[in-house]
């Protein structure tokens, strides 16, 4: 695709429900990333794949975070049992290779959590 | 404390005014240094990077790097009301895979 795109746009859930999060980056875009933005807080990293190796989720909160990309291009964040604190925007990224400097972003996921 | 640092702001100029955006880090073994814009409800775009100490420029904004005090600074001269929009500061370190750090962005107001 032209950009990365990522659905839904917007979503209200309640308390203690699952949600998930799709991410399609741009095409042959070998590296992935999910961040999450909070009000003030600025980019929180979450978590990269890159091509066929092992993801690195140093940056997944809690258990109740969870991603996994299919085929090496597709990905889905899920968070389990959704609390207030989850609120934020969920943006996904993708770079052409593991070195390129210019990461393209989606326009986010806005989560609310009621 | 976080790996970088870099106010919130809000910060507001009249137009034509030269803004100045900062961030400082800690880490000594960032390697690249970006500036992302964000504008309201959209993802960040890259504006510009650099990879040594001092200036690069690009039209009418200038990013400069200061390894030796782990300081980064954007310029924008001329300043515009389209250039109202969240900054943030990035920062690139090899930890067996690339890994881009964000500062907590600076949203600037350019008043006409």
């Known amino acids: 695709g032209a950009g990365v795109s990522q659905s839904p746009s917007n979503k209200v859930t309640e308390k203690g429900k699952d949600v998930e999060l799709r991410c399609d980056p741009i095409?042959?875009?070998?590296?992935l990333y999910w961040y999450r933005q909070s009000l003030g807080q600025g980019l929180e990293f979450l978590i990269y794949f890159q091509g066929n190796s092992a993801p690195d989720k140093s940056g997944l909160p809690s258990d109740r975070f969870s991603a996994e990309r299919t085929g090496g291009s597709v990905s889905t964040l899920t968070i389990q049992r959704t609390q207030q604190e989850d609120s934020a925007v969920y943006l996904c990224?993708?770079?052409?290779?593991?070195?390129?400097?210019?990461?393209?972003f989606g326009e986010g996921s806005w989560l609310t959590v009621v | 404390q976080k790996e970088v640092e870099q106010d919130p702001g809000p910060l507001s100029v009249p137009e034509g005014a030269i803004v100045s955006l900062n961030c400082t880090y800690s880490?000594?073994?960032?390697?690249?240094f970006m500036w992302y814009r964000q504008y309201s409800r959209k993802g960040p775009e890259l504006l510009m990077y650099t990879y040594s100490s001092g200036n690069k420029e690009d039209g009418r904004f200038t990013a400069q790097v200061d390894k030796s005090s782990k300081y980064i600074s954007l310029f924008i001269r001329d300043s515009q009301p389209s250039d109202s929009a969240t900054y943030l500061c990035?920062?690139?370190?090899?930890?067996?895979?690339?890994?881009?750090?964000f500062g907590a962005g600076t949203r600037l107001f350019v008043k006409a």
């Open positions: 990035a920062m690139r370190v090899y930890t067996g895979g690339f890994k881009t750090i």
């Open positions: 095409s042959g875009h070998t590296a």
């Open positions: 880490n000594s073994a960032f390697q690249y």
């Open positions: 990224a993708s770079t052409a290779t593991a070195v390129e400097n210019t990461i393209y």
